[in-house]
């Protein structure tokens, strides 16, 4: 027994000496080398497929509080993950990478290129804002005066927002058609100018459409040959944009429209890409385009008195359908179909000339 603040001492008891873990070893008769026993035999701790992520900074995926800079991230930077853009004023902002979600907020007197985003880009209290932009969902709130040139697969919404001006997205950059790609865009899919506006004024327009010949970069400069982005090199020239041009909303300058669809195959992108520059080159122009899987509903009232021979057509893989406008354009795309696409399954069809015809029944093939 000791006193409570007597020293403990060292000296150990015969009785916990014996009991105290040692480290022995044990000899082979055979060898005579040593094996360690004891505590050097435990296991390494386990280690889990969480513990071998790499950390996130959270810094490298968002802009904060910049002024007067050019800034973004070049490919490759982000892969697919969030991003965030707050608080820039009269920067310069390119985003080269594909994305899961951006939100823009309070940013003012900025120009700014966003790669391809899964998900939904959301605009909140922002004002003169220049801007390209390819998404799933498009949604602005409380902003003014933004200029956006637009690929957007789902109907774009603006909600308490005054002076929207809405045009087509035309952009290149070598990554881009990956880039859409891993963010499970079709570029045949673009609402651009069907725009929803949550909060109408009566006796005002909130939003209103681009003409049609305005040049991307006179809102959005190409990156500066002295910043960061200087090796990416980036086109606005309608022929080189992955997303084709189309006219959207405007007035049709003919009644007579073709709708001119090609079913799954290996080269279908192509092959509508190739039918635009023949048809465009011919002086027609493209309205709206669709990637789309259709029913056979949908077949019968697309084709109607041809439904039958296209049916099984459709269980190959969803179609691309292009709208083209112009006087003669039906027996046109008939003679494209058989001059150039020689052994490839197409089929076009003539519009209604009443408004509601040929565009409504286009419109109502389903998306997936």
Same mark, same amino acid.
């Given at each position: 027994m000791g006193c409570f603040f007597s020293k403990k001492s060292k000296r150990k008891s015969p009785e916990k000496e014996e009991r105290a873990p040692t480290t022995t070893s044990a000899e082979t008769a055979s060898t005579g080398n040593a094996v360690p026993l004891g505590n050097n035999s435990e296991e390494a701790p386990k280690q889990y497929s969480w513990d071998k992520r790499e950390k996130v900074d959270p810094k490298d995926y968002m802009l904060t509080g910049l002024k007067d800079v050019t800034v973004g991230r070049l490919p490759g930077k982000l892969n697919g993950q969030q991003f965030v853009i707050q608080e820039c004023e009269n920067c310069n902002i390119y985003v080269f990478d594909h994305s899961a979600t951006i939100t823009i907020d309070d940013c003012v007197n900025c120009r700014i290129v966003l790669g391809p985003v899964k998900g939904s880009v959301f605009f909140r209290d922002c004002k003169d804002i220049k801007c390209v932009v390819? +998404?799933?969902?498009?949604?602005?709130?409380?902003? *003014?005066?933004?200029?956006?040139?637009? +690929?957007?697969?789902?109907?774009?919404?603006?909600?308490?927002?005054? %002076?929207?001006?809405?045009? +087509?997205?035309? /952009? /290149?950059?070598?990554?881009?058609?990956?880039?859409?790609? &891993?963010?499970?865009?079709?570029?045949?899919?673009?609402?651009?100018?069907?725009?929803?506006?949550?909060?109408?004024?009566?006796?005002?327009?909130?939003?209103?459409?681009?003409?049609?010949?305005?040049?991307?970069? &006179?809102?959005?400069?190409?990156?500066?040959? $002295?910043?960061?982005?200087?090796?990416?090199?980036?086109?606005?020239?309608?022929?080189?944009?992955?997303?084709?041009?189309?006219?959207?909303?405007?007035?049709?300058?003919?009644?007579?429209?073709?709708?001119?669809?090609?079913?799954?195959? $290996?080269?279908?992108?192509?092959?509508?890409?190739?039918?635009?520059?023949?048809?465009?080159?011919? %002086?027609?122009?493209?309205?709206?385009? *669709?990637?789309?899987?259709?029913?056979?509903?949908?077949?019968?009232?697309?084709?109607?008195?041809?439904? &039958?021979?296209?049916?099984?057509?459709?269980?190959?893989?969803?179609?691309?359908?292009?709208?083209?406008? %112009?006087?003669?354009?039906?027996?046109? +795309?008939?003679?494209?179909?058989?001059?150039?696409?020689?052994?490839?399954?197409v089929s076009a069809a003539r519009s209604r000339p009443d408004p509601y015809g040929f565009t409504l029944r286009f419109r109502r093939c389903h998306i997936y």
């Open positions: 390819a +998404c799933q969902q498009f949604r602005t709130r409380d902003c *003014k005066k933004m200029e956006v040139f637009l +690929c957007c697969a789902t109907q774009p919404i603006i909600e308490s927002s005054t %002076g929207m001006k809405f045009g +087509c997205f035309q /952009y /290149y950059y070598p990554e881009l058609a990956f880039h859409f790609k &891993d963010a499970g865009l079709s570029i045949f899919n673009n609402n651009w100018s069907n725009i929803h506006d949550f909060t109408p004024v009566s006796g005002e327009t909130n939003w209103s459409l681009m003409p049609e010949d305005s040049p991307v970069l &006179d809102f959005v400069p190409a990156p500066d040959p $002295e910043s960061d982005f200087k090796s990416v090199r980036v086109s606005a020239d309608p022929a080189r944009s992955i997303v084709p041009l189309t006219k959207g909303g405007r007035y049709k300058d003919s009644e007579e429209s073709c709708l001119f669809v090609f079913f799954a195959g $290996e080269y279908t992108t192509a092959n509508a890409r190739k039918l635009i520059d023949e048809a465009t080159a011919k %002086g027609f122009v493209l309205i709206q385009t *669709k990637e789309v899987s259709m029913r056979p509903e949908d077949v019968k009232r697309v084709f109607q008195r041809d439904a &039958d021979d296209l049916t099984e057509w459709i269980t190959k893989g969803p179609v691309i359908a292009l709208e083209m406008n %112009g006087d003669g354009v039906v027996e046109a +795309c008939k003679n494209i179909a058989s001059e150039v696409f020689s052994g490839t399954k």
